[in-house]
């Protein structure tokens, strides 16, 4: 009679294992033929539901072209400023340098006058 028992018990066990795998196989079909179907949908355009733009990424596509665009002209004008700040230090090297050129002369000029005396 144990043995009747436990062969009960291990019929049934199988069986609900079974019930749980035939019901997780169920869902999962179901789920896969759900998306199936929803992956077939398209827009009035016929244009498949899941591959439409939506408006926030064309916003964002937009805001960064922008954002790109103002960069570039922040680097330009960087390269102005700097192409004229190179021209400025050239044109006071130039200043520098003669005014260097017109003291080592007047040094020259005050030691001929002082040694002369």
Do not use: P
């Given at each position: ?53 939506n408006r926030t ?35 006071h090297t130039i ?23």
């Open positions: 009679m144990g043995g009747f028992f436990l062969e009960s018990i291990y019929q049934a066990i199988i069986g609900i294992a079974l019930s749980v795998i035939i019901a997780a196989l169920f869902s999962i079909w179901s789920k896969v033929k759900e998306l199936h179907v929803w992956h077939d949908k398209e827009d009035e355009q016929g244009v498949k539901v899941w591959y439409t733009k990424m064309e916003d964002s596509l937009a805001k960064l072209v922008d954002i790109c665009d103002r960069m570039d002209r922040r680097e330009e004008r960087s390269a102005l400023i700097q192409n004229e700040t190179i021209k400025v230090m050239q044109e200043t520098v340098g003669k005014l260097v050129a017109v003291v080592e002369a007047l040094v020259v000029m005050t030691k001929r006058n002082g040694s002369g005396k």
